[in-house]
């Protein structure tokens, strides 16, 4: 690959990051034009690869959508390492979805119907039909009721491995312990490497890291 081809793809990828972090920002070209002092023509061009920016521009740039600027000295989107994650209340529409479909896989292979179940719970089969569905949230009293009907041990609901919520706050519980500025630097997604650096050097054999230790050591003196 020539210098120029090079330095095309170089604008390509750059432009894909720079768009990125300007998105994950709720920043529109506009924005970031005005706070930059150039035509969004020529942010545009910036972010399809067509055209390059400038260090000082970067720097601005990544100062106004808050990401350092060695960021983009990279080659990932703040994307590629944002970690995931649903707002509450979509945890808990997702939550209602899996019980629905557990209740309906437990009456399934009991070879038991919806109107059974509504009988026993005495409520219409519309209702029944709703909670298997995800539509409507089971009430635990009910959900009880249901699971001793269908021969099904309750905890089977509950399913703490694969629980969305349950994920959510075990995670934010193993920080709780951790120094603010600890538990900072690891949600930052920007730090993913440094955390993944961290886990291979703990699990790296005490003679390979006393060997690295003092390869640093002659570098540095």
């Known amino acids: 690959m020539s210098s120029d081809e090079r330095q095309l793809l170089r604008n390509k ?8 972090a300007r998105l994950a920002a709720g920043k529109s070209q506009g924005d970031c034009s005005a706070f930059l ?14 055209r390059s920016i400038s260090l000082p521009e970067l720097e601005a740039f990544a100062y106004l959508v808050d990401v350092p600027v060695e960021h983009f000295l990279g080659d990932q989107m703040l994307e590629d390492t944002r970690e995931k994650q649903l707002p509450m209340d979509e945890l808990l529409t997702l939550r209602k979805r899996i019980v629905g479909a ?11 119907t919806q109107h059974e179940c509504s009988r026993r719970l005495r409520v219409p089969v519309s209702r029944i039909s709703a909670y298997e569905q995800g539509q409507t949230a089971v009430p635990l009293t009910e959900l009880e009721v249901l699971a001793e009907f269908l021969q099904t041990p ?25 120094p603010e500025d600890v538990q900072a630097f690891v949600i930052d997604p920007l730090n993913t490497d440094y ?19 003092e390869s640093l ?5």
């Open 13 to 20: 990828i750059l432009g894909v990051i720079v768009r990125d």
């Open 37 to 50: 002092g150039m035509p969004s023509s020529r942010l545009s061009d910036i972010e399809r690869g067509e």
């Open 102 to 112: 557990l209740l309906r896989t437990a009456r399934l292979a009991l070879g038991k």
């Open 154 to 178: 309750l905890e089977t609901f509950l399913d703490h491995e694969h629980n969305p919520i349950h994920q959510r706050m075990r995670q934010t519980r193993a920080l709780e312990h951790l």
């Open 195 to 213: 955390l993944q650096t961290s886990i291979r050097l703990s699990k790296m054999p005490a003679g390979e890291l006393r060997g690295i230790a």
């Open 217 to 221: 050591l002659e570098i540095t003196y």
